[in-house]
């Protein structure tokens, strides 16, 4: 038994055992369908009696799965600052979050085509109730963040997490992706939470807080999509915030967002790996001693460099200008794109109310108004 076993994901001995326990399952069948339209069953069940490792099933399967979804629901996908990353090196990739399931998968598309270190990532165990969620999941080298515990075993919990990804990147030479706050950012706003970081450092034992993180080797990730598929979706959760409610999710509702990100039309997409944060943490280690402050400047850190690197599409620019009734940043748009987001607009919400209108159009408009206001 390993103290990690709560949470981790399968070790290579078990890959093959938990892919046969999920081979016929019709989610299963529907995924390695739309993976393979042109194969039959036996074509894949062959590669899953053939994987050995998580990665054998990625190579063999589920890059394949990714690349599908680009070629049906996108326009393609770019990427920059990846060449400064070193092969045999891991990474710990803190991320802006806009999709579930995509960022992460995107994310290890791009590190295996360019032959770098693929990771493990987060994910939430309210992400992964239903049992053929969780094994695929656990064959993805997700790990399980556990939500919704009291504040003792929450703290606990945050422990085992911390030392794990510590041990991912340090033992395993594995690099790790994590978001930069609980849950999808869904305001177009991309702020870390202090308490992501606050967990990271509790591997730190009694080490400086500049010499842990720096051990850690720092990527911040700027992840962005010209349409979100799931921006409809996200605006009852967004309007709730607004008028103080307590937004309560259908019991269904994760898994519909998974399905919606996953096959709706995002057009382009474009990732970009920031530089390793290093001397950084020196510099606020020289500012301030004390920890919470240090924290606090880590995390705008992380922001400046997600937020900087930030692909801002034309519907970005748009929804700026149709947000303020302006036309400042016309010259990055053209009229035609101007049509296509309005008439997406209509679609996708009631756009004869207000509030909701505005949530809406924040959402593309933020990353504007924080990277170029």
């Given at each position: ?105 995107l994310?290890?598309?791009?590190l ?91 591997a ?49 509702e ?16 474009h ?26 400047a ?26 303020n ?49």
């Open positions: 038994m390993s103290e990690f076993d709560e949470i981790r994901s399968f070790y290579d001995h078990e890959v093959n055992g938990a892919l046969e326990s999920i081979a016929r399952h019709p989610m299963m069948h529907a995924l390695m369908q739309f993976t393979f339209p042109d194969s039959e069953e036996d074509f894949w069940l062959d590669r899953f009696k053939n994987a050995q490792s998580i990665s054998d099933f990625q190579h063999q399967c589920i890059s394949q799965t990714v690349r599908q979804i680009l070629t049906q629901s996108s326009e393609g996908l770019t990427t920059s600052g990846f060449d400064h990353l070193d092969k045999n090196t891991s990474y710990l990739f803190i991320s802006n979050h806009r999709d579930i399931v995509l960022d992460t998968s994310l290890n598309l791009v295996l085509d360019k032959g770098l270190i693929m990771t493990s990532s987060a994910i939430g165990d309210n992400l992964v109730h239903k049992r053929f969620l969780h094994v695929l999941a656990k064959l993805n080298r997700n790990f399980l963040v556990q939500r919704g515990l009291p504040i003792r075993e929450q703290l606990n919990s945050s422990k085992l997490m911390s030392e794990y990804i510590y041990s991912l990147l340090q033992s395993e030479n594995r690099s790790v992706w994590i978001a930069q706050r609980e849950g999808r950012t869904k305001d177009g706003n991309d702020a870390t939470q202090q308490g992501v970081l606050k967990m990271l450092a509790m730190a034992g009694n080490r400086p807080l500049a010499e842990f993180f720096k051990s850690l080797r720092v990527v911040p990730l700027s992840i962005s999509y010209e349409y979100d598929p799931t921006d409809a979706l996200k605006m009852p959760q967004v309007m709730a915030k607004s008028k103080n409610e307590v937004y309560i999710k259908d019991e269904d994760d898994f519909k967002t998974m399905l919606s990100g996953v096959l709706g039309q995002k057009k382009r997409i990732l970009h790996a920031g530089n390793i944060l290093e001397t950084e943490f020196d510099e606020i280690a020289s500012v301030t001693e004390n920890k919470n402050k240090q924290l606090q880590i995390a705008k850190m992380i922001d400046r460099s997600i937020i900087d690197n930030y692909k801002l599409w034309p519907t970005n620019y748009i929804a700026f200008d149709l947000l009734g302006s036309d400042t940043y016309s010259q990055h748009y053209k009229e035609e794109e101007k049509q296509l987001f309005e008439r997406r607009l209509e679609m996708r919400i009631d756009s004869s109310d207000a509030d909701l209108k505005k949530s809406f159009l924040e959402m593309y408009a933020n990353p504007v108004a924080n990277k170029c206001g």
